[in-house]
């Protein structure tokens, strides 16, 4: 069975002292919680900070990064390498983010490149996919999402597929927005990508892929999402940035 992964991505919030605050607090509030993986997604400035606080604590929350660029060193000003994220324990890489691929121009091919170079390195990639409000209206919605997974993954096996891969649907026009898709649109798209993993790579290479949801994700909605059968976790925003909400959505279950 996949076990469940609850991911935040603080996106560009918290300094490094008020990230280890956050982080120290959420730890408290999951402990003793069993069956999901919670992982954290900080700013870069603020990832070595809690790096060492998880570590100090013991604590079984897992360190993601934002986002990667693909080489391994050089000339790239501003950018962080795959192996800087890999030294500092990073598990999870969010690769293709709606707001990195529309507000700084990401395209496929550098998405696709992001994707191998964190699973060549390690680590897996939180793949996200999803359309816009416009492309939703007008039926395009699963030919974006079929588009964008064909472009990532055009270069991956099965085998790195099923142990090195997580997806996340994020329909564009749910994210901050606090318009959810509905529990039965999310299990839609998400049903979809098993779907075409199933095609390419086999029902047992897809059924072993954690296909996760993002998009206003809160504690009040997160069980009905995530009872869904194709929805194996969140991509939480906002609601990440409060411990208590966030750990009442990683304690879904009740
Ligand atoms: P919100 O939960 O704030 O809608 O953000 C979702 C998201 O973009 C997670 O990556």
Sequence with gaps: ????????????????????????????LL??????????CPPFTALSDVARALEDSGSPILLGAQDVYPAPEGAFTGEISPRMLRAL???YVIVGHSERREIIGEKDELVAAKARAVLEEGMVPILCVGETLEEREEGK??????????????AWTGDEV???LVIAY???????????????DAQEMNSFIRGWLAERYGQEVASEVRILYGGSVKPDNAGELMAMPDIDG??????????GDFAAIARFRG
Excluded at 170 to 184: H, L, N, S, V, Y
Aim: glycine share 12%; hydrophobic share 45%.
């Design 89 to 91: 324990g990073v598990r």
């Design 141 to 154: 919605a699963v030919s974006k999402v079929r588009h964008q997974l064909e472009a990532a993954l055009s």
């Design 170 to 184: 994020e329909p564009i026009w749910a994210i901050g927005t606090g318009r959810t898709a509905t529990p039965e």
């Design 162 to 164: 099923s142990t090195g």
């Design 234 to 243: 969140a991509l939480v925003g906002g609601a990440s940035l409060k411990a």
């Design 31 to 40: 402990a003793g919680l069993e069956g999901v993986e919670v992982a954290v």
């Design 1 to 28: 069975m996949r076990t469940p992964l609850v991911a935040g991505n603080w996106k560009m919030h918290k300094d490094h002292r008020e990230a280890v605050e956050l982080v120290r607090e959420l730890d408290g």
